[in-house]
């Protein structure tokens, strides 16, 4: 079982970066695949980015591409989301998600969340 909190959320203005944790616990983090989703007011939940659990394969949502970049660190338990060019449309509550030996954009894959960490952008 692993349980994943996210930190590193915030006010930024747009053009501006953020970058966001995700410190997992449990011993099988490196077993599992990680994604990144976000969630705006009143929108389904959408997928973001993924990594593969050894870290050497990623897929990002189009409207993130070139601006954001996923990463691990499986000897720190962590995941991270670097966002770079920051747009108003990135304004969500942004959540990680972990799923054993997949890493996608299907939501239902995922076994474990975390709580989620606000971003907003200001124009």
């Known amino acids: 079982q692993l349980q994943l909190v996210e930190s590193g959320g915030g006010l930024v203005q747009a053009g501006g970066s953020l970058r966001l944790s995700c410190a997992a616990s449990g011993r099988t983090f490196s077993s599992y695949g990680m994604g990144w989703f976000r969630q705006a007011p009143g929108k389904e939940r959408e997928f973001v980015a993924a990594i593969s659990w050894r870290g050497g394969d990623t897929l990002y949502a189009d409207s993130v591409k070139g601006r954001f970049t996923i990463s691990r660190d499986n000897a720190k338990n962590t995941v991270y989301l670097q966002m770079n060019s920051l747009k108003p449309e990135d304004t969500a509550v942004y959540y990680c998600?972990?799923?054993?030996?997949?890493?996608?954009?299907?939501?239902?894959?995922?076994?474990?969340w975390g709580q989620g960490t606000q971003v907003t952008v200001s124009s």
């Open positions: 998600a972990a799923a054993p030996r997949y890493y996608g954009g299907n939501r239902d894959a995922y076994d474990y």
